[in-house]
């Protein structure tokens, strides 16, 4: 069987830095709900924006869904969806306005997205406040609709980057059950966060990478059981990356 | 299809929605030429049709008074009122007070016996010039030298006095000549014994004006059809403060990211951009027109004249140029700029300047020979010379070729610096 990502000797360095962001980095995904951890400038969103075709520069051998990357980015594009961090919509439209707007760059039928539209939006509580603008949400529903848009093609793969910062325990929870599911019906999500709790409820396997190398991965219990002293993803997160801060 | 409609249906909601890129794209352009156009009216009317009321103090009710009187009033640009000091009971010192008040731009002095003294020192000149003529020769040495004087508005600037003075002396000049003609000719007649009834021939050389172009009979630009073009111009160069907006809060929300992730490419949808705002700038464009030749006249400003609706199409056609490198200097400004901040500010700041420059804010003939051609460096200047050549002179399109060739030129430029500005910040 293939997997899902194969990335061998993976180098990307920024212009005007000596120190690569990715270093001979090497990784295989496989299908379900894969987190990947590292602490700040880990180089976690560098990867993600590989992947999804945004940085096409670097060094190394990609191959994404099977197709190689960058040159085959094309028809890699219809089958990811990306979440990022940042509520990525446009604040002065409605939801509707904004769902429709990203559903129309996949030319999908009309008929089934509106179908697809409806149901995302009652899945996630949404479909009351659909001619709403945007601005007038709270940071739970903007997070919400934020997911949406990454799904309305239907993607095979998604990647999710930090979905559930700032939204309350509710919010979190609809949205952290809808991925599971949406994985049992077959999305394969990438799944990036610093909410290691979160991880630990939802990845099947967990990759932790640091200063741009992958330091040690594995299914979420087993990555547990291996290390000793180790309760949860947590410790095994500061036993590997250290306590030292990253920010500064 | 549906793809462009929906990326267009996105792009034209945002702009409508911003209730503040809006008042800069539409109202600020109408007060611009409303205000303008009240403020500059006074200096264009000048120029061109109000008549400048002067006061003429005519105490020497003869040839030179009734001459100056005359010629001023035959030129049509001065409103006169004659008086004298007997007849309307007022003195030179009233006349002043009238013109202190403002009432008058000036007044003039015509002293008593101008006429006569003048008339006193031809004869002299000629007796000595011929001294045997059998007349009697004044033996007194008296100063026969009037001096007509001039009393100005203080608010009258120096070009408008030094016209005035120059056209003065111009006429007194030829009053000079033809008393000093009729004097040799009396002369001739008792020497010759023939008679000659004939003025002199002063005006055998004369000056006609005539403007050039396919309407030599048109008037002279009013405060309307100069203010109309030229805030056009700014107000769709000032698209770059909405449009480099959208860009940078793509870039900042992330909106980006998912953008150029999708299938579709981002130059097809910086095209949906350029496309909105290169439209926004035609409505502005016919909106300011309107105003022109709607409203203006309400206030009782002068019509914006438009000639016919082939002047309207090219109007039309010259406007999409100017708007596409307006929307692409601001896509540029969008990708390079690293936040609404810096590019509201440089991208106004640079509008600005390059109206300063291009002619917008102070008319190109003002300039100096060094401004003139920096001024050839502003789109904003290449904007308003062929706006003027349509505007003002209705025409056509290949008459503002290389206009269009720039402005095209600038737009293919800025569009392919960002894409390419785009793509470098990409790796």
Redesign the interface.
Known sequence: MENLIDIKNLTKTY?GSNIPALNNFSISINDGINGILGPNGAGKTTLI?IL??????FNGDIKCLNYKLPSEI?KI??L???V??????????TAM?NL???S????LN?QSNSENIKEFLQQLGLYERRND?IKTYSGGMKRRVNLI??LLHKPKLLFLDEPTVGVDVQSKKVILDFLKNLNQEGTNIIYTSHLIDDVQFLCNNVYIIDNGSLIDYGQTNDLINKHQNCENLEDVFIKLTGKALRDN | M??II??L??DI??IF??KVGLALLFLMPIMLVLIMTLLQDSTFKALNQEKIKIIIVDDDKDIVGQTITEVLDSSKIFEITVLNEQKDSIDLQNAKNLVNKGKYKLALYIPQKTTRNLKKIISKEIKIQMPNLNSKTSKTNTNNNSEIEIFFDPVINSTFKTSIISSINEIVAKVQTQLVFKSYTKTIKKITGRENNNNFPINSITIKEKTVGKYSNQKLPTSTQHNVPAWTIFAIFFIVIPLSGQIIYEK????L????????SYCFLLMSKVFVFTLIAVIQAFILIGIGVYILPLVNMPMLVIVNNYQLLNILIFTTFIGLAASGYSVLIGTIAKNQHQAAIFGSLSIVILAAIGGIWVPIYVMNDTMLIISKLSPLNWSINGYYNIFLRNENLLSVKFEIIKLLLMFVSTILISIYYNLKE??
């Open positions: 212009k924006n999804t075709g945004i940085i096409k520069n094309k594009k219809p990811i969806g990306i990022p961090q940042e509520i990525a919509l446009y604040q002065e439209l306005e429709n707007f990203f129309s760059l996949y030319k009309k603008k848009c990454g | 549906n793809l929906s990326i249906k996105k909601l945002l929605r911003d900042i929300e992330g909106t990211i998912r953008l150029k992730s999708t299938p579709v990409k790796s």
